[in-house]
């Protein structure tokens, strides 16, 4: 891997360069939050930011998608209205693209999603180091560190932005912004290092993921279920927030007095009553403790049991967007039993 | 798109998208059940299937739903299909005349052990609907007689209007080497047949532990009873296999709908060894 430093004055003249390669979006202020937006202007673009209030999963599986039209006689024509479209992400944090690498996983599984994979193809990542706040747990997710899945990733280092370039596309735009890049030193190095070994104390939230399946299973009759059930609202905050919730919807669109029509896939979640509703009236997942137990279950033992890791990656959105305060990092230190929340 | 074709020739299929299929024959089996076939609508023949796989069908202006292939193998003209008016959409399926043009994709999912099967006895025990996907696997222990041992099919049923493909079972049961039975909840002044649960059947049937294998398909609740009855027989629990249903949107294990435990029941699924979801089956509210 490419290792390279931008001097932190020259970031805007690297921008410049970048808009020759895709539309670039990044991270734009917003009623006080984030949102991955397409800029107008580079001087939109705040890298210092906490968290975007929807992932950049919204790039890669949109919140409603047209996957095919249809007309009886003729049948079905797949869609790929933007599938095409070269975006740059400017700015995505490390966890946010650890959940890309994860959603790689899912949609290239015993099936391919091509609709996916054709976005992800044509969206360049540049990653930017970022700093915990307090519902930041994504080193306990083994997340705030990624070694792929991204074109280009700046790390801090003061005066500077220490570049790791992950992909030949990466390196395209570094040889086509010129001579702006210098090669690091033995110094530099040791600033990273430093900074990197320090990132670590700056964590507010600490959660414990080692055996945490196993204590799943085990708590599987916890009256916590219950009790979340009695406070959850099933509106579904949680997943729409999620890095990596990848439920959809499928539903058509049928035109006015034809048969012809369009298909659509939209976000969806396993806290919605319909989700594990079939026809015949029978819901594997009626009462709402089912449902929010299943979701913790899913992301925590799941998951792990598919995949090897659990598909939390600790980015905190649930935690700011849920309207009555379920927090998984209080309800994972609960199941285990930890008392001390003194840090929190 | 160009976008899509791009990826298809990078050999990504694009699952998501129907081949238009043509009803060519509606049977009726019950009062609420029907037995469609449906033969491709154009140039391009329809997939084969493994016996217990599924596809999802597509009614024009209504929506898409999994239905297990209840056909012949063998048979690679057409796909047929048994399906239970329960909803808005099989309701508009089980309406389909011949000729008429509906969406068909797949086939998806596990299928039944017929290969490991081999040498065996084979027992099939289906509640209801649930003989739909077992049929296939029947066809195939018929066709390839000398490869099984005995097939012993028990049947349960509410009502003896309510059991399906009538004429074949009696067929099967007039053939050697096999014992077919079937129960109803509810017999009625016609009915000379048993009575009660399934479970109830295996009094009269003498089973070889080590030397059978077991495929089951019903309401779940059935299903923990006959895999309760089958281990105090002796059977092995990885013998013992298993079809579930749960509800389905993408088909090819995206869009989260059909979750059990850690598995995808459409991809992983719905056809399981029992041993493997041993944990899981029976778990309230999974």
């Keep these: 891997m490419k290792i390279l430093k931008l001097r932190k004055e020259k970031l805007d003249l690297f921008a410049s360069v970048v808009q020759q390669f895709g539309e670039v979006h990044a991270p734009v202020e917003q009623d006080g939050k984030y949102v991955f937006k397409r800029l107008r202007r580079w001087s939109e673009a705040r890298l210092e930011y906490d968290r975007t209030i929807l992932p950049p999963k919204k790039y890669f599986l949109p919140p409603r998608e047209t996957l095919f039209r249809y007309r009886p006689g003729e049948g079905f024509a797949p869609c790929s209205e933007g599938l095409d479209q070269r975006t740059i992400l400017f700015g995505v944090h490390a966890c946010d693209i650890y959940a890309i690498n994860i959603l790689d996983r899912v949609f290239a599984g015993k099936y391919n999603d091509p609709y996916y994979q054709a976005r992800r193809r044509n969206i360049v990542i540049i990653g930017i180091d970022c700093s915990p706040d307090q519902h930041c747990f994504c080193r306990s997710m083994r997340a705030d560190f990624v070694d792929h899945g991204f074109d280009l990733f700046f790390y801090d280092t003061g005066d500077y932005y ?17 001579s702006i890049f210098e090669a690091v030193d033995a110094a530099d190095i040791d600033n990273y290092k430093r900074r990197s070994w320090n990132k670590r104390r700056a964590f507010q939230l600490e959660v414990e993921i080692r055996d945490l399946p196993e204590i799943f299973e085990m708590e599987y009759q916890s009256g916590i279920w219950e009790e979340l059930g009695g406070r959850c609202l099933s509106c579904g905050s949680c997943s ?89 990092v209080q309800v994972i230190e609960r199941l285990r039993g930890v008392q001390d929340a003194g840090s929190r | 798109m160009a976008v899509i074709e791009a990826e298809q020739e990078r050999g990504l299929a694009n699952a998501m ?64 299909y048994t399906v239970r008016s329960v909803g808005k959409l099989t309701q508009l399926l089980v309406s389909r005349k011949p000729g008429d043009v509906i969406g068909v994709r797949g086939p998806y999912g596990t299928h039944w052990p017929l290969k490991a099967a081999r040498g065996k006895d084979v027992l099939i025990v289906a509640g209801g609907i649930g003989l739909a996907p077992l049929r296939p696997a029947i066809y195939h222990i018929l066709r390839h007689r000398a490869d099984y041992g005995r097939l012993i099919v028990l049947y349960g049923a509410r ?34 047949g048993h009575v009660g649960v399934v479970t109830g059947l295996f009094r009269y049937v003498r089973l070889q532990p080590f030397h059978t294998v077991a495929l089951i398909c019903g309401p779940e609740i059935m299903m923990r009873y006959v895999i309760w009855e089958l281990e105090t027989r002796g059977l092995q629990p990885g013998d013992l296999h298993i079809s579930l249903e749960r509800n389905m949107k993408c088909g090819i294990g995206f869009c989260g709908h059909c979750q059990y435990g850690p598995n995808f029941l459409c991809k992983d699924g719905p056809i399981f060894p029992y041993h493997e979801i041993r944990s899981w089956f029976g778990k309230y509210e999974l």
């Design chain 1, 162 to 178: 220490q570049a790791l370039v992950g992909t030949a596309l990466g390196d395209d735009m570094v040889l086509a912004s010129g």
């Design chain 1, 240 to 328: 729409m927030v999620c890095p990596t919730c990848y439920c959809f919807d499928v539903a058509d669109d049928v035109e006015l007095g034809s048969l012809a029509g369009s298909r659509a896939r939209t976000w969806d979640s396993c806290l919605f009553a319909s989700h594990a509703l079939v026809a015949s009236g029978e819901n594997f997942r009626g009462p709402r403790a089912s449902r929010i137990k299943f979701r913790f279950y899913h992301k925590q033992r799941g998951f792990v049991a598919e995949y090897g890791r659990p598909s939390c990656v600790g980015c905190g959105r649930c935690i700011s967007a849920c309207p009555v305060n379920i927090d998984v």
């Design chain 2, 159 to 192: 009502s003896p209007r309510d059991l399906i493909y009538r004429r074949q079972i009696e067929e099967w049961a007039r053939l050697p080497d096999a014992q077919v039975l079937a129960t109803v909840d509810y017999g009625g002044v016609a009915w000379h």
């Design chain 2, 17 to 80: 998208v129907p081949a238009l299929g043509r009803v060519a024959q509606v049977k009726k089996e019950t009062s609420d059940t029907f037995t469609l076939a449906v033969e491709p609508a154009s140039a391009e023949p329809l997939a084969g299937f493994q016996p217990g796989q599924f596809s999802m069908l597509y009614v024009f202006g209504a929506g898409e739903l999994p239905i297990s292939i209840s056909g012949d193998p063998q048979e690679r003209s057409r796909l047929v």
